[in-house]
């Protein structure tokens, strides 16, 4: 630990309550968070914040045996709005002249599940839960459950009363399981499962494969030749179309950045396993799109060593041959697929950069992100360019504005 010179924090532009924002998925959405009366309602504060952090407007609506577990001020300031904890003549279970985009129960109790599956409205969270599926049936609301509750209570009652919920149009968020418990899920999985869930997206639904990061390819069992590129792109990438709702896949080089949890992924540690995952995916799902950015081994060695090789001087030259051109095998064997390939240069000039893509384009790809080592925004942030066919090449900034500005592009196309 550093020390400190107990000097106070700079000051910010942010007031007390207000949240920097992470993303805009929620811009204009509103949402109603229901907490039930688990120990994890302790959370509910900090999940209020999250799904501000995307944008969204939130209100709290408690049982009493929530408020045993959190408080009143808590919510009101994560949430900047009143809480709801009882019905008046007002009818805040019907939301009829501000209706709610979401409505996310976080946590979910046994009681609340099964009260809600049997159309029981006894109190503020079952009644606006009887009202929201009203408004499920007629297409106006969405409904997202997170249940949270002690493994013996993980009956078949309750097992019953989840698959009718979902029958019904109910989103099921599947918990944490540890411990012998149903725990409620990190806070950013919820937000992102609630993201998902609203999105009017054009991409929602649409089968898109993502690739990045290195592709090893081995010398010996222990020694292996790659690069510095870590796949931290393709990842922003990935989570932005996630967070639109495509069904996104990412196949990621091992010694690559790691992903969230909640990202559809898949880890090949070569070269080789990078050459099959890519293929294999692309046989199996009717994937539109394909993104991809992985730094692809040129080469590898002609034949790779035995066990390993001892240090000192039993190593001192590899013969390399080329690797075959798994983007190449694509095009020729996916010909329907939408294919926007990746092309860093260094020591070129911009111009020379947009030649480079262009004459890739002519090659039967659809689009290029091209970029070159030299030049970096401000404050040292990458550059990239999209090039595709009959268009001005166009700009993108920073790797979260490059991941928005290549979904925006496929949006338009």
């Known amino acids: 630990m550093e020390p400190w010179n107990f000097t106070p924090p700079p000051p910010s532009e942010l007031g ?60 009101e300031w994560s949430t900047t709005h009143p809480v709801i904890t009882k019905l008046t003549a007002a009818a805040e279970h019907l939301s009829d002249e501000n209706p709610f985009d979401a409505y996310v129960v976080a946590p979910a109790t046994y009681n609340t599940i099964n009260k809600m599956r049997y159309g029981i409205a006894d109190g503020v969270i079952t009644s606006t839960l009887a009202s929201a599926l009203g408004k499920l049936e007629q297409g106006q609301t969405q409904i997202l459950i997170v249940p949270t509750m002690h493994g013996s209570l993980h009956n078949q009652i309750l097992t019953e009363s989840l698959q009718q919920l979902h029958q019904w149009g109910v989103e099921i968020m599947p918990p944490k399981q540890a411990y012998g418990k149903d725990n409620l899920p990190d806070l950013r999985s919820i937000v992102v499962a609630v993201c998902r869930l609203i999105s009017s997206s054009p991409l929602k639904g649409i089968p898109i494969l993502v690739t990045g990061g290195p592709t090893p390819v081995p010398i010996d069992n222990i020694r292996r030749i790659t690069n510095r590129f870590r796949g931290t792109l393709s990842i922003k990438i990935t989570e932005e179309l996630y967070l639109r709702g495509a069904e996104v896949q990412l196949i990621l080089g091992t010694g690559g950045d790691t992903p969230p949890p909640y990202l559809p992924c898949e880890i090949a540690q070569t070269y080789e396993d990078y050459a099959q995952l890519v293929l294999g995916q692309l046989q199996e799902n009717p994937y539109i799109v394909g993104i991809f950015s992985a730094a692809v081994a040129d080469y590898q060695p002609e034949r790779v060593l035995p066990g390993k090789i001892p240090s000192g001087n039993a190593l001192q030259s590899l013969k390399l041959v080329p690797t075959g051109k798994v983007i190449e095998r694509v095009r020729t064997e996916f010909p329907d697929l939408y294919m926007v390939t990746f092309k860093y240069q260094e020591n070129v000039s911009h111009e020379d950069l947009i030649e480079i893509a262009q004459a890739r384009l002519k090659q039967g790809y659809d689009a290029v992100v091209a970029n070159r080592g030299e030049e970096t925004g401000a404050q040292g942030e990458q550059v990239a360019y999209w090039v595709s066919e009959n268009q001005v090449p166009v700009k993108m900034m920073g790797k979260e504005g490059i991941a928005r500005a290549i979904a925006d592009r496929l949006v338009s196309r």
């Open 16 to 75: 007390d309550r207000q949240v920097p924002l992470q993303g805009t998925h929620l811009q204009g959405k509103r949402i109603a968070l229901l907490i039930t009366g688990s120990i994890a309602a302790l959370k509910a504060p900090l999940l209020a914040r999250e799904l501000r952090r995307e944008g969204a407007e939130v209100v709290a609506f408690t049982s009493p045996e929530a408020l045993r577990y959190t408080t009143l001020d808590s919510l």
